[in-house]
Nanobody, 124 residues
Framework: QVQLVESGGGLVQAGGSLRLSCAAS????????MGWFRQAPGKEREFVAG????????DYADSVKGRFTISRDNVKRTVYLQMNSLKPEDTAVYFC?????????????????WGQGTQVTVSS
């Protein structure tokens, strides 16, 4: 059973940076796309960034383009989300998830394994 464990969240001032990590167990990590989603209080879970199994294809929500970067290390079985120029509206619980084996998806329904989430709070 694949398990995903996020880390790296915390409290940061607006304009600051954080790097989230998501470590996966199991041997199938490199076969699947991975994604980051976030959910703020009272809001639906939304797509943030995704990366294909090889790392050759990435996709971002418009709200984070140019500020966030997703990457992965298949040897370490870890996916990262580098977040720069953070804004108060980035405050949310951030989840990593395992996606499809082909391409990248922005739809939560196409992700079948989820981590427990890590809190990111950006103060103004």
């Amino acid at each position: 059973q694949v398990q995903l464990v996020e880390s790296g969240g915390g409290l940061v001032q607006a304009g600051g940076s954080l790097r989230l990590s998501c470590a996966a167990s199991g041997r199938t990590f490199s076969r699947y796309a991975m994604g980051w989603f976030r959910q703020a209080p009272g809001k639906e879970r939304e797509f943030v960034a995704g990366i294909s199994w090889s790392g050759g294809l990435t996709d971002y929500a418009d709200s984070v383009k140019g500020r966030f970067t997703i990457s992965r290390d298949n040897v370490k079985r870890t996916v990262y989300l580098q977040m720069n120029s953070l804004k108060p509206e980035d405050t949310a619980v951030y989840f990593c998830a395992r996606g499809p084996s082909v391409g990248v998806s922005t739809t939560p329904e196409n992700y079948n394994r989820w981590g427990q989430g890590t809190q990111v709070t950006v103060s103004s």
